[in-house]
């Protein structure tokens, strides 16, 4: 699912905000579509998408008081999975419920990583709060979030 694909939202790394970490604006046509492209472009910051099978799916549920904490519980699991289980998603098919509580559930797609065939670029340690923002947009969403490499 490249960005701009339909149904897939926009995002772009956003060099002149942290020098030593990376941060992206995510402009999407819905809340779902807001997660989906979070973890689109976090793969993208991770690893070359590309260069990861599509030979693992798992099911994510997550729940939150808010939708910018949902998003920052989603980022972060997705981080989490990368290191604990050596698997990163470019693939996600999201549906958001609620008002508060907020829940997440998650149909993501991916691979193991395997170095000599994945192509690996920064490893993402954390989502920070520096910058952290989501707020609708228009008719959309728009996020912007900085991530400690």
């Known amino acids: 699912m490249p960005p701009g694909a339909p149904g897939v ?10 020098l030593a970490d990376c ?3 995510i402009d999407a046509d819905g ?15 991770m690893v070359d998408p590309a ?12 729940a939150a008081p808010r939708v910018d904490l ?18 990163v998603y ?7 419920t609620g008002a508060g509580p907020v829940t997440l559930q998650a149909q993501v797609r991916g691979g193991i990583l395997d170095p000599p065939r994945t192509g690996l670029r920064a490893d993402a340690k954390a989502v920070t709060f520096h910058r952290f923002r989501v707020e609708p947009a228009g008719t959309g969403w ?8």
């Open 51 to 62: 260069t990861v099978p599509r030979s693992v799916e798992r099911r994510i549920e997550l």
């Open 142 to 149: 728009q996020a912007e979030v900085v991530i400690d490499i």
């Open 9 to 18: 939202g926009r995002y772009v790394f956003l060099e002149q905000i942290a």
């Open 90 to 96: 470019p693939e996600a098919r999201v549906q958001v």
């Open 31 to 45: 809340l779902a579509d807001l997660f989906e492209t979070g973890a689109a472009a976090l793969a993208d910051l």
């Open 23 to 25: 941060a992206l604006r």
């Open 70 to 87: 949902l998003f920052y519980d989603w980022l972060s699991e997705l981080i989490l999975r990368k290191d604990r289980d050596r698997e």
